[in-house]
């Protein structure tokens, strides 16, 4: 399975935008990218995906680059609501393709 | 916001005791997955379904068993429990083979054994 590399923690300063980077240089053709993120004491949510275009959504913006070796979450203006762990998952076509593989993701701190 | 519900919250329970997680959605997902995460930790997929009447191992092994009778429920059970079974338990549901859909997650059981 294609794997992903993120930062363990990055920091932000409120109304800040924040930019949050994931390698996964070993990603396949027909992988999606998604973004999801964790509150402190809730399950992950869903936050945005993407397989070759930049998205944007209500939540915030992905930035695919060209060779799609890498990607990069933005959140436009950072809120103590986005204090959380931002994961960045591939999902692949084929057997498990169904399936979400965490990995330890960014823990994001929000400074006021 | 997501249709998908876990009872009970938090659970504290002594050795030994048999446990049941509960998991229902209301989207008519046919996916539906448990993972477990300790506290700071990754989550952990150890059981997935397909649909009605089928359940798979996740990548972690577990102790636990699940069932897939009806479309909407995921109960997990831990038939005795022991301390290293603390946990928090999270479920989870999507639509079935689609790589673009998103999944949604319940709320977790944080389950403690005494």
């Known amino acids: 399975d294609a794997k992903t590399t993120q930062p363990n923690s990055m920091e932000s300063n409120e109304e800040e935008p924040v930019h949050l980077p994931c390698n996964h240089s070993?990603?396949?053709?027909?992988?999606?990218i998604h973004w999801y993120r964790q509150l402190p004491s809730q399950g992950p949510e869903y936050v945005i995906h993407?397989?070759?275009s930049n998205v944007n959504n209500r939540m915030a913006s992905l930035a695919i680059a060209e060779d799609r070796k890498s990607s990069t979450l933005i959140l436009h203006r950072a809120t103590l609501r986005d204090a959380a762990v931002y994961y960045c998952i591939l999902k692949a076509a084929g057997a498990g393709s169904y399936q979400l593989t965490f990995g330890k993701g960014t823990k994001l701190s929000v400074i006021p | 916001e997501a249709d998908i519900y876990q009872t009970p919250r938090y659970l504290v329970i002594g050795t030994g005791k048999k446990i049941t997680l509960e998991c229902s959605q209301t989207m008519g997902h046919d996916k539906m997955y448990w993972y477990q995460q300790d506290p700071g930790m990754e989550l952990h997929l150890i059981h997935y379904s397909y649909g009605v009447n089928s359940t798979e191992k996740g990548d972690l092994s577990s102790e636990s068993t699940v069932s897939r009778i009806r479309t909407e429920h995921f109960p997990l059970t831990l038939e005795s429990a022991r301390p290293s079974h603390t946990s928090q338990y999270l479920c989870?549901?999507?639509?079935?083979?689609?790589?673009?859909?998103?999944?949604?997650f319940g709320q977790g059981t944080r389950l403690t054994v005494v």
């Open positions: 070993t990603i396949s053709g027909t992988d999606y």
């Open positions: 989870a549901s999507s639509e079935s083979g689609k790589l673009n859909t998103e999944a949604f």
């Open positions: 993407g397989l070759t």
